[in-house]
């Protein structure tokens, strides 16, 4: 079970380990401790690193560079591909442009976070040839500085490409046609079997190739976790010290990585990264791109999949709302059958979902939206970005003559589970032009809902914000600039 690390052109055997290690307590005991542990949970990126791994277009392959949160991916998802870390830039002595850019333009004062700050920039040096603000917000929005402020290192991130096509090539760029051919080479499609033996028990590690293998292991093996990015489960293992006996990951799973564009549908399958799904859900809910940017991190959405965050069964996760008001449905499997279901009656109550014993999500079917339908999203945080949200809200509009024909509405945080409001949508179809819509829609929802309180919001919170985004999204309807419409997103 080999990998690529950094420069080395020899591959590194990640060798017989413990499946619930993650990649960043590899790297720390093995005396690469550039990358350092922050937060344990995907919050703060100073233990950001970049992954390399070959994707095939077109028939043709190259070679993609992602930053990740390593104390959330297990190490045996490093198999097949190329690990950069901080330690893998130097090259002849000599800082690596996004080092040097750190370095001239003051951005580092402590220290701690920079090595993070320092690999997205990696990332993005690899993957673009100029770049805007915009562009560097989003490749650093996983990364917090507690000391130094944003300014520099924002100036970093310009500076980095102001010569960079003078500037002689990186070891990576020099050297990626070699990097491709040991990577392919790497790319073994064979299933990975082991166990692991510690004290008086085993702890197993699968990862099939092939969805026929998946779905034997899964009916064989009574005790499983499937793991796809596992940004929600690892935090299990890093933050509860849970130990799984029987990790099954689905990352080499290739029909579960699949996208499939068609006339009348898109079918996303369920280990494809939110990232690598966003240009196909953009292009057709236009929407969901400011959505997505509030979503999570650039290293989040590069490792996280559509499919675990509905898996999970979390009731405040993003998608699920999103998806049921698209009317969207998922492909079970077990063995060597599949159902379809619609996604709302996924779930039966908090964390417990329909899925039996052995079946899986193979895939998430969304129809595409005719030319009478309008999406519309919003989130409630703490944070404007990157945080868990108290209320998730999507309204899927179908229109007639200018006047709403349906609506399609379901929430996130309002209950315990992810759940379509049927009771507003019959209301907002009668009373939708109503001008007291806000205080008349929190009767409605006051009668649907019973929201818990948690350290995010109280239960009055989220029935008061919930009504004044349905009068928020009526307005947006009907055209109202979003510059706006800020009341409506704060209580009355």
Sequence with gaps: MYFLLNQNSSPTDLGLINPNTTVLEWLRSNQLVGTKEGCGSGDCGACTAVIGEIVTSNKTSKIEYKSINTCM????GLVGKHLVTVEGLMED????????AMVLENGSQCGFCTPGFVMSLFALYQNKNSVNLHQINEALSGNLCRCTG???IIAAAFSMFDNKNDEPLDYYKKNKKQITDILGKLNNPEHISLSFKKSNKTIKYDAPSTIDELSNILINNTSTNIIAAGTDLSLEITQSMKEFSHIV??????ELKEIKDGANEIEIGAAVSYEDAASCLISNWPDLAAFLQRFASLPIKNWATIGGNIANASPIGDMPPVLIALDAKLKLRKGVDSRIINLEDLKITYKKTVIQQGEFIESIIIPKPNGNQQLITHKMSKRYEDDISAVCMAINISSKNNKPESFKIAFGGMSGIPQRSEKLEDFLLKHWQNDDIASLSYKVLNEEFSPFTDVRASSEYRLQVSANLVKK??????GESIENLAEYTHLN
């Design 249 to 254: 990951s689905v990352n080499k799973v290739i």
């Design 73 to 76: 991916a297990l190490a045996y």
């Design 93 to 100: 002595d000599k800082l690596h442009p996004s080092q040097k």
């Design 150 to 152: 944003y300014k520099p």
């Design 473 to 478: 999204t009526i307005l947006m309807y009907l």
